[in-house]
């Protein structure tokens, strides 16, 4: 929370009336996946994440301003505040222009969900660079890239050049569809789905959290050269990214079993959110990602490298694919309507949805990798851009997590953690570098 | 640009050290591995627990001192701290115990059980008059011990989920209200006689039922608490 409001102006032409905003309703409800993110929200694990993007010229303030209350009025269904109902949080929707604020040195800045009058985006910028911390209570990665592209695609309109439109962009001069605002979950809910399969708990990193302390390590890469090395042993980029992920986890395992402390778990089991909308066709702005899980059982005896490839190819496989993501959004939404749920007071909700959050989400996962793939823009948009950023929030629990993010040729790794040792990234970099591909690592931003 | 000759990745040309290894950066050709890096492994793994239990035995130590100066500084004898001493060694075996030990049950729980009767028996012999250890603490103690692990042994040999072992809990409890209505009366010489204890059984029995329903019929659904509490 320390970055300070930039500019005041914004207020001076806020307050824009509900009725003059398309699909003006005051209210309306959390969709199912950001459900459980106010009880899991906390100040170590706020549930944020960042989008950025670094043009090739220092950012002209007013301008970037005009651009981001155009986009905000674009988008009402993330222009809200989250409120305490009964028996649900829901967000309440605001006329305020979101104020630009300095891009502070921290990775991501968590953002006080519960305080009134607290928007659940921030914008923030320094120097060259754009950047939109969203909590995961608004949306996914894609709703929140989508929405930077297009405030940044506004941002060169109002400094006198031209953008071709795109149906990546939002129009700032177009209304919201009302499939914007959709909880897609709820539309391709079927009740009579089988839960999915129950998983055990996982191995976790060793390391004292640091305290307070939140840091990344970013590698550049070519995307070409990795899609060579990942063509070359039959897998895509992602399943590629995720067997490094797990070989050096299994590394770090090994590690730990010739020291005292013996770790409790030989299970190493990776998040991946999925963007499922290639899956089922919405619009929808707001959240709409499931997840596969890769995974490898140490107990079983040593993995190779082509061990785990293997591993990661076929669970990816098997796990994304309609039937399966079904079960997902069968046992998360049928959860949601259940009676008992419903009935069950907001404070009580809080509570055990917390713990739920802790026993079976993150106890469950050793390692996070969100892959936004490659970000499409329009060409003389890409002139502009000479970088984009992406950054997950600290998990205290899993205490490392990976972002992979994708602009023309170049490819971003950006691991965040929350503990001092990092033999996690090098053993990951470096086997990326024996692989034949060059890599350059900052400790810094994009 | 720099480059690491350790891990082979390009760095920033205004850093000295590699962001991965800490190896010192000199020029283009990279460096030696930083001392950071040879010492990560071993020394973040014990760290911790080896830190807590020294900082428990100085706060011991030092809590255990203040108490015998104190008492011994008035008559040149120990009388009334030999209770506070007693408990703080017990506080520091359980904690150490617990940190050592950690969910290693079978060796965990004999080990608290020990320390609890060791404690116990201190303190009636400290006390003097009457000894109530033998007829009143130690059976308390032992039967505590006994269903308590009887517990954690069904639990872990039947695999059994969050809500039986609730309800194992529950009925476990039950029995050692009996148990400990028993002890009491043949402690104050009224052997046999049974009142509150059966109120205490009959309820836990009655809750542990209801428990052990819900969670049948809802695996007969094909469904679970976690499911019906939103997964």
Same mark, same amino acid.
């Given at each position: 929370?320390?970055?300070?409001?930039?500019?005041?102006?914004?207020? &001076?032409?806020?307050? +824009?009336?509900?009725?003059?905003?398309?699909?003006?309703?005051?209210?309306?409800?959390?969709?199912?996946?950001? &459900?459980?993110?106010?009880?899991?929200?906390?100040?170590?694990?706020?549930?944020?994440?960042?989008?950025?993007?670094?043009?090739?010229?220092?950012?002209?303030?007013?301008?970037?301003?005009?651009?981001?209350?155009?986009?905000?009025?674009?988008?009402?269904? /993330?222009?809200?505040?989250?409120?305490?109902?009964?028996?649900?949080?829901?967000?309440?929707?605001?006329?305020?222009?979101?104020?630009?604020?300095?891009?502070?040195?921290?990775?991501?800045?968590?953002?006080?969900?519960?305080?009134?009058?607290?928007?659940?985006?921030?914008?923030?910028?320094? $120097?060259?660079?754009?950047?939109?911390?969203?909590?995961?209570?608004?949306?996914?990665?894609?709703?929140?890239?989508?929405?930077?592209?297009?405030?940044?695609?506004?941002? %060169?309109?109002?400094?006198?050049?031209?953008?071709?439109?795109?149906? /990546?962009?939002?129009?700032? $001069?177009?209304?919201?569809?009302?499939?914007?605002?959709?909880?897609?979950?709820?539309?391709?809910?079927?009740?009579?789905?089988?839960?999915?399969?129950?998983?055990?708990?996982?191995?976790?990193?060793?390391?004292?959290?640091?305290?307070?302390? /939140?840091?990344?390590?970013?590698?550049?890469?070519?995307?070409?050269?990795?899609? =060579?090395?990942? &063509?070359?042993?039959?897998?895509?980029?992602?399943?590629?990214?995720?067997?490094?992920?797990?070989?050096?986890?299994?590394?770090?395992?090994?590690?730990?079993?010739?020291?005292?402390?013996?770790?409790?778990?030989?299970?190493?089991?990776?998040?991946?959110? %999925?963007? %499922?909308? =290639?899956?089922?066709?919405?619009?929808?702005?707001?959240?709409?990602?499931?997840?596969?899980?890769?995974?490898?059982?140490?107990?079983?005896?040593?993995?190779?490298?082509?061990?785990?490839?293997?591993?990661?190819?076929?669970?990816?496989?098997?796990?994304?694919?309609?039937?399966?993501?079904?079960?997902?959004?069968?046992?998360?939404?049928?959860?949601?309507?259940?009676?008992?749920?419903?009935?069950?007071?907001?404070?009580?909700? $809080?509570?055990?949805?917390?713990?739920?959050?802790? =026993?079976?989400?993150?106890?469950?996962?050793?390692?996070?990798?969100?892959?936004?793939?490659?970000?499409?823009?329009?060409?003389?948009?890409?002139?502009? %851009?000479?970088?984009?950023?992406?950054?997950?929030?600290?998990?205290?629990?899993?205490? &490392?997590?990976?972002?992979?993010?994708?602009?023309?040729?170049?490819?971003?790794?950006?691991?965040?953690?929350?503990?001092? =040792?990092?033999?996690?990234?090098?053993?990951?970099?470096?086997?990326?570098?024996?692989?034949?591909?060059?890599?350059?690592? +900052?400790?810094?931003?994009? | 640009?720099?480059?690491?000759?350790?891990?082979?990745?390009?760095?920033?040309?205004?850093?000295?050290?590699?962001?991965?290894?800490?190896?010192?950066?000199?020029?283009?050709?990279?460096?030696?591995?930083?001392?950071?890096?040879?010492?990560?492994?071993?020394?973040? @793994?014990?760290?911790?627990?080896?830190?807590?239990?020294?900082?428990?035995?100085?706060?011991?130590?030092?809590?255990?001192?203040?108490?015998?100066?104190?008492?011994?500084?008035?008559?040149?004898?120990?009388?009334?701290?030999?209770?506070?001493?007693?408990?703080?060694? @017990?506080?520091?075996?359980?904690?150490?115990?617990?940190?050592?030990?950690?969910?290693?049950?079978?060796?965990?729980?004999?080990?608290?059980?020990?320390?609890?009767?060791?404690?116990?028996?201190?303190?009636?012999?400290?006390?003097?008059?009457?000894?109530?250890?033998?007829?009143?603490?130690?059976?308390?103690?032992?039967?505590?011990?006994?269903?308590?692990?009887?517990?954690?042994?069904?639990?872990?040999?039947?695999?059994?989920?969050?809500?039986? *072992?609730?309800?194992?809990?529950?009925?476990?409890?039950?029995? @050692?209200? *009996?148990?400990?209505?028993?002890?009491?009366?043949? @402690?104050?010489?009224?052997?046999?006689?049974?009142?509150?204890?059966?109120?205490?059984?009959?309820?836990?029995?009655?809750?542990?039922?209801?428990?052990?329903?819900?969670?049948?019929?809802?695996?007969?659904?094909?469904?679970?608490?976690?499911?019906?509490?939103?997964?």
């Amino acid at each position: 929370m320390g970055a300070k409001t930039m500019s005041k102006r914004g207020a &001076k032409h806020a307050q +824009t009336p509900a009725s003059s905003v398309p699909n003006a309703a005051e209210w309306f409800r959390l969709d199912n996946a950001a &459900k459980i993110f106010p009880a899991s929200s906390s100040e170590v694990s706020p549930e944020v994440f960042r989008v950025m993007v670094t043009l090739d010229e220092p950012v002209r303030i007013e301008a970037l301003q005009r651009a981001v209350s155009r986009l905000a009025k674009r988008t009402p269904y /993330y222009q809200v505040h989250l409120r305490r109902g009964l028996f649900w949080y829901y967000l309440e929707r605001h006329n305020q222009d979101p104020h630009l604020h300095l891009l502070p040195d921290t990775p991501v800045s968590p953002i006080a969900i519960k305080r009134p009058q607290e928007p659940l985006y921030r914008v923030q910028v320094g $120097d060259r660079r754009v950047a939109v911390d969203v909590s995961h209570i608004l949306t996914d990665g894609y709703g929140a890239m989508r929405f930077l592209i297009s405030v940044i695609a506004e941002y %060169v309109r109002q400094i006198g050049q031209s953008v071709s439109s795109s149906p /990546y962009l939002l129009d700032p $001069d177009a209304e919201p569809s009302s499939g914007e605002f959709e909880d897609a979950y709820k539309r391709y809910y079927k009740h009579d789905q089988p839960n999915p399969p129950a998983l055990s708990p996982a191995y976790h990193l060793p390391g004292i959290r640091a305290w307070r302390r /939140y840091r990344t390590i970013s590698g550049y890469m070519s995307v070409s050269a990795v899609r =060579r090395v990942s &063509k070359e042993k039959g897998v895509s980029i992602t399943e590629y990214l995720c067997a490094l992920y797990l070989e050096a986890l299994a590394a770090v395992h090994a590690k730990q079993s010739h020291t005292r402390i013996k770790p409790r778990r030989s299970v190493m089991r990776l998040e991946i959110p %999925v963007n %499922v909308r =290639r899956f089922y066709s919405t619009e929808t702005m707001r959240n709409f990602s499931l997840f596969v899980s890769p995974e490898i059982d140490l107990r079983l005896g040593g993995y190779s490298f082509d061990e785990i490839l293997r591993a990661v190819h076929h669970a990816m496989r098997t796990q994304l694919e309609e039937k399966q993501l079904a079960r997902q959004i069968a046992r998360n939404v049928g959860g949601e309507l259940n009676p008992v749920t419903r009935v069950v007071p907001l404070f009580l909700k $809080d509570i055990y949805l917390s713990y739920l959050h802790d =026993r079976f989400g993150d106890n469950l996962y050793s390692g996070v990798i969100s892959n936004l793939g490659p970000v499409d823009i329009p060409q003389d948009l890409r002139d502009r %851009v000479s970088a984009v950023g992406f950054v997950l929030g600290p998990n205290p629990i899993i205490k &490392k997590n990976l972002a992979v993010v994708s602009l023309g040729d170049e490819l971003t790794l950006t691991f965040g953690s929350v503990i001092e =040792r990092r033999d996690l990234e090098r053993t990951m970099f470096r086997t990326l570098v024996s692989h034949g591909v060059p890599v350059t690592v +900052t400790e810094r931003g994009t | 640009m720099k480059t690491c000759s350790h891990c082979g990745v390009r760095v920033e040309r205004d850093l000295e050290r590699c962001p991965l290894c800490y190896a010192r950066l000199n020029g283009a050709s990279g460096g030696e591995p930083g001392e950071e890096s040879e010492r990560e492994g071993e020394a973040i @793994y014990t760290r911790p627990v080896v830190f807590l239990i020294e900082i428990l035995s100085l706060l011991g130590g030092v809590a255990a001192l203040v108490v015998f100066a104190a008492d011994f500084a008035v008559g040149f004898t120990l009388s009334w701290s030999r209770f506070p001493l007693s408990a703080i060694v @017990y506080a520091w075996v359980v904690t150490v115990a617990i940190i050592v030990l950690g969910r290693r049950a079978v060796l965990l729980w004999p080990a608290l059980t020990a320390a609890t009767l060791a404690f116990l028996l201190s303190l009636n012999l400290f006390a003097g008059g009457g000894p109530w250890f033998p007829s009143l603490a130690l059976p308390m103690v032992v039967l505590a011990a006994v269903l308590i692990g009887a517990v954690i042994a069904a639990a872990r040999g039947r695999g059994f989920s969050a809500p039986a *072992v609730l309800s194992l809990s529950l009925g476990a409890a039950g029995v @050692y209200a *009996v148990g400990l209505e028993l002890i009491l009366g043949f @402690y104050f010489g009224t052997p046999g006689r049974l009142s509150w204890s059966i109120v205490v059984l009959a309820s836990a029995i009655a809750l542990s039922l209801v428990l052990l329903f819900v969670h049948t019929r809802l695996r007969r659904r094909n469904a679970s608490f976690e499911r019906v509490f939103h997964l």
